[in-house]
């Protein structure tokens, strides 16, 4: 599925060249290819989804410090950050009239 603006950039280009993109697509994912941004550089980098696989897997088992975290964190964190936002004296804060 596409963001929005990538969707809306590819509805801009011809014809022609929207094909010659679905065509690139489906031969990707025909033998299973994933496409990613490089972790160091400007650049992308096709690797076979096995690949790809074995490569995450070797770094889970050569950096077995993961923990496992018992429900969702995000609630927590995102309370917290709001709290620490209203405490902050550098924010204007508006009241509920919108004055500041």
């Known amino acids: 599925m596409l963001g929005l ?3 809306t ?3 801009q ?3 022609s060249e929207q094909n010659i993109l679905k065509q690139m ?3 990707l994912l025909s033998i299973d290819v994933i496409i990613s941004k490089a972790a160091k ?3 992308i980098v096709n690797t076979y989804q096995y690949t790809h696989h074995d490569k995450i897997m070797e770094f889970i088992n ?3 410090n993961f923990i496992n975290i018992k429900g969702d964190l995000l609630k927590k964190f995102q309370t917290e950050l709001r709290n620490n936002i209203i405490k902050c ?5 508006e009241d509920v009239n919108g004055n500041t």
């Open 62 to 64: 050569k950096n077995n």
């Open 25 to 27: 697509k489906e031969k």
């Open 5 to 7: 603006e990538a969707e």
């Open 9 to 11: 950039a590819f509805n």
């Open 41 to 43: 550089g400007n650049c």
């Open 13 to 15: 280009l011809p014809t």
């Open 89 to 93: 004296p550098h924010i204007i804060h």
